[in-house]
């Protein structure tokens, strides 16, 4: 019987972006999943808000997090895990492909030379099929391209952290049209992930809640398989990829997108103070048609 650890949904409503923690009972020993640093693009102000209350969550449930897991570079918010590695001492990590977001945004953004595209912007880059533990929980890094080059899929025991492939079962799956997505990639991912039992938890990135119906964030591959609108008819891959492609040229891009990445491709950091002290965000004019 595959350990089940307890997983505790945060919900970050401006972005519609879901955070975890999840720990081992036996051992009081958790991780975060998918930190939120919250962002005004208004004021252009960063806050922390959602890390806060992750915060608070871990010292009063007693919590000892041992990792701070990031899926993949987000599109749709800024990530916390450096301002939550500074408070709780836990190493942060990604997946091994975030290398190739970085030197594809690299070139987007006409960041200098200098700037690292090795991925140490994180403490460890996790290999397709690596193992590591939560406290007496196994954890299995499956490489789950598609939304973007690096995405990853974390298979906690009986939970699994599929970030970006599936919406919930209402919604479908996530869109493959950012640069560097596929939605060949993500087909296959998503076939990978419904072979996992059919109880296995998935919890998903994002929830846009369709038709006023309160957020969620769990549904088992089981309930996928039989519910979810792009894949309970078990499609081809070539009809997948045709419902896929045609609703993704529909999509607008992410409102944060152009400032999210340029601080997720750096671990969630800002870019350096210049000069007078300011740390400056760069947006790429005209790099991408209007939709």
Known sequence: MSKSPIVKSFWDAPTGSWQYVFHDPATMKGAIVDPVLNYDPQAAA?????????LA????????????????????????????????GAPTAI?????????????????????????????????????????????????????????????????????????MPDSGTSRADFPGGSSADLYASIQAILALPDDTRLFVGHDYAPEGREAACMATVAEHKATNIHLKDAPSEAAYRAVRDAR???????????????????GGRKPAPEDDGRRYLKIPLDYFEPR
């Open 95 to 167: 997946g091994e492909h975030v290398v190739k977001v970085q030197a594809l945004w690299k070139g987007i953004y006409n960041l200098p030379d200098d700037f690292p595209t090795d991925g140490s912007q994180w403490d460890r880059l996790f290999a397709d099929g690596e193992t590591f533990t939560v406290g007496e929980i196994p954890v299995r890094v499956m490489f789950s391209p598609g939304h973007t080059l690096a995405s990853i899929t974390y298979v906690a025991g009986d939970a699994a952290f599929v970030h970006d492939t599936f919406m």
């Open 57 to 88: 969550y871990v010292e009063e449930a007693g919590i000892e997090i041992v990792w701070i897991l990031d899926t993949h570079p987000h599109a749709d918010h800024f990530s916390a895990a450096p301002w939550l590695k500074e408070r709780l």
């Open 248 to 266: 993704d040229a529909t999509l607008p891009l992410p409102r944060l997108m152009l400032a999210a990445l340029q601080i997720n491709i750096r």
């Open 46 to 54: 960063t806050m922390t808000h959602s890390a806060e209350e992750i």
